[in-house]
């Protein structure tokens, strides 16, 4: 058994008709669930661990391809594939922030925020020097579009992220939480 290194992936193996018969195989028994064929690529993977540092990636696939050599021979291409990496990402909230420089424009925001779509959005009331700003997060995006249109009667609507937070917990006061 010749085993070579084809790349961090691949890998060669050329087994002799006395390789396969050691298992008791020929090319022609060779077929991917048989447990015979499955002892043979075991073997083969621990002596290209053992002797070239070649292994599969933890959770990975392997892919093998077999071709018929000369003489009885039998090449067995062997390609490993990474298990696939998940990525976690992090749920950002929908939300927003209308600006509101008067007290009767609050009021009137305060009173529509009992209808829809801010029955189910947290609100917070926060001022500075210039202005109040009220913060609405919605349960989900398909309210921010009806949300922002809604506001945008009110103030300016700009949507929160985090530079904007930043800026809030800096500069402005916390009032509290709007029922």
Not at 89 to 108: G, H, I, S, Y
Request: proline content about 6%.
């Amino acid at each position: 058994m010749e085993l070579h290194k084809t790349s961090e992936r691949g890998l060669c193996a050329h087994l002799t008709k006395q390789d396969l018969s050691a298992y008791k195989l020929t090319f022609d028994e060779l077929h991917r669930r048989g447990a015979r064929t499955e002892a043979l690529i075991r073997t083969v993977l621990t002596r290209a661990e053992k002797t070239l540092g070649w292994a599969l990636p933890p959770r990975g696939k392997l892919f093998v391809d077999i071709l018929p050599g000369a003489n009885g021979d039998t090449v067995l291409f062997l390609t490993a594939q990474p298990a696939p990496t998940r990525y976690r990402v992090k749920k950002q909230p929908f939300t927003l922030l209308c600006r509101v420089e008067n007290a009767d424009t609050l009021l009137d925001i305060l009173q529509r925020l009992q209808s829809p779509p801010f029955a189910d959005a947290v609100c917070r009331l926060y001022r500075d020097e210039s202005a109040c700003f009220l913060q609405v997060s919605f349960p989900a995006a398909s309210a921010l579009r009806i949300g922002r249109t809604a506001l945008s009667e009110y103030g300016e609507v700009f949507l929160c992220d985090e530079r904007t937070q930043a800026y809030l917990h800096e500069y402005a006061v916390f009032i509290g939480k709007v029922p």
